[in-house]
C-alpha cells in the first residue's frame, strides 16, 4: 500500500505540472478560438532566457546574491515574453482576424519554429541549468503508518504546489473577472467582440502574455528538474493529450486531465509496464487521449460539439 500511495502521489505532482502547461493552450484557445501549437517552444523559449538571464545579470552587475540575480533574471524574461506577445499579437494575429481556425493553427506552427530558432539563436543551443533554489533531497512521509514511509521529492512536490498556486489563481482571474469574460467574447465571435468595445488588440497581447507567464513559471520548474535543452518543447508537448482529454475550453478540465495523466502513466508503467515490455510512460498519453477522441471528442469538461446547418 505503501508503494501504491508514492507511486500515486508521484504521478499527481507530475500531473499538476502538465496541468500547468496545458492551462496555457486553453487559455490561448479561450481568447482566440486557435489551438496554439507553439505553447510547447514558449515554454523552451522561456526557459532558455531564465537560464541565461540569471547568468548574464549577475555577471554583468556584479550581483553576488543568487536570489537578487534570479529574481531580476525573472523579471527579464518575463518582460521578453511580454516582448513576444506582443509581436505574435502586431505581426500574427493582428493580420489574421476572422480567418479560419486552420488558418491560426498554421500560423502557431510557424511561430513554434521561429521561436525554435531564435531561442537558439540568441540564448545558444548548450544545456543549461536553472537553480531557484528548490530542495533536491528526497523526504519520508506517513513514516509511522507505513514502514520506511513513502518517499517523496521535495522538488516535486515544491513544484506541484507551486503549479497548483498558479493554477487556482488564474482560473479565478479568467473566470470571475472582466478580462475573463472579454476573452469568452473575443473567443465567441471576434468582430461581435470588436463591435461592442471590446479591445481585440489589448486582449489577445493579455492573454499571451499570461500563457507566456506560465510557459516562465513551467519552463524554470521543469528546466530546474531536468535541465534547459531542446527536447523540453517534448515534455511540453505532454500537455496535448491533457487538453484533448479535459476539454480545450475547459480550465478545470485541463487541471483534472493533467492529474488522470500524471496519475496513469506512473502507474501504468509500474503494475502493467512488466507485461509488454515496459515503456508504457512514452505513449500511455497519447493513447488515453485517441481514445477520448473517439468516444468523448469535447473531452471531459469541454461543450459539446454541434454542427450547424
Known amino acids: 500500500m505503501g508503494f501504491f500511495l508514492e507511486t500515486l502521489i508521484g504521478g499527481l505532482m507530475t500531473g499538476m505540472l502538465y496541468s500547468l502547461i496545458a492551462l ?11 489551438f496554439n501549437f507553439a505553447q510547447g517552444a514558449m515554454v523552451l523559449f522561456a526557459a532558455l532566457a531564465m537560464a541565461r538571464f540569471s547568468e548574464w545579470i549577475p555577471a554583468g552587475l556584479g550581483i553576488e546574491s543568487k536570489t537578487l540575480g534570479n529574481i531580476l533574471a525573472f523579471v527579464a524574461a518575463m518582460a521578453v515574453m511580454v516582448g513576444v506577445a506582443w509581436v505574435i499579437e502586431r505581426w500574427v494575429l493582428g493580420k489574421l482576424v476572422n480567418q479560419e481556425g486552420i488558418t491560426l493553427l498554421m500560423a502557431t506552427l510557424g511561430v513554434t519554429y521561429f521561436l525554435d530558432g531564435a531561442g537558439q539563436t540568441i540564448f545558444g543551443s548548450d544545456i543549461y541549468k536553472i537553480d531557484v533554489g528548490l530542495p533536491k533531497d528526497p523526504i519520508f512521509l506517513l ?5 520506511g514511509g513513502i518517499l517523496v521529492g521535495q522538488e516535486d512536490l515544491y513544484a506541484a504546489l507551486i503549479a497548483a498556486s498558479m493554477v487556482a489563481v488564474l482560473a479565478a482571474f479568467f473566470q470571475y473577472t472582466a478580462t475573463g469574460r472579454a476573452l469568452r467574447a473575443v473567443a465567441d465571435d471576434h468582430q461581435a467582440a470588436q463591435s461592442i468595445g471590446i479591445p481585440l488588440n489589448r486582449i489577445w497581447v493579455i492573454v499571451w502574455s499570461v500563457a507566456g507567464f506560465v510557459a516562465l513559471v513551467a519552463g524554470i520548474i521543469w528546466g530546474s ?4 535543452q531542446f527536447s523540453l518543447s517534448l515534455v511540453a508537448l505532454k500537455a496535448l493529450p491533457v487538453v484533448i482529454l479535459g476539454g480545450l475550453t475547459s480550465v478545470p478540465g485541463a487541471i483534472i486531465g493533467g492529474l488522470i ?6 502507474l501504468s508503467e509500474v503494475y502493467i ?5 515496459g515503456g508504457i510512460e512514452i505513449w500511455f498519453a497519447y493513447a488515453l487521449a485517441l481514445i477520448f477522441l473517439l468516444v ?3 473531452g471531459l469538461f469541454g461543450e459539446k460539439i454541434i454542427d450547424r446547418v
Open 24 to 34: 496555457g493552450f486553453v487559455l490561448i484557445f479561450k481568447a482566440s478560438g486557435v
Open 143 to 147: 513514516e509511522n503508518v507505513f514502514q
Open 225 to 228: 528538474k531536468l535541465g534547459v
Open 261 to 266: 495523466i500524471g496519475v496513469g502513466e506512473k
Open 273 to 277: 509496464g512488466s507485461m509488454v515490455g
Open 296 to 298: 468523448r471528442p469535447q
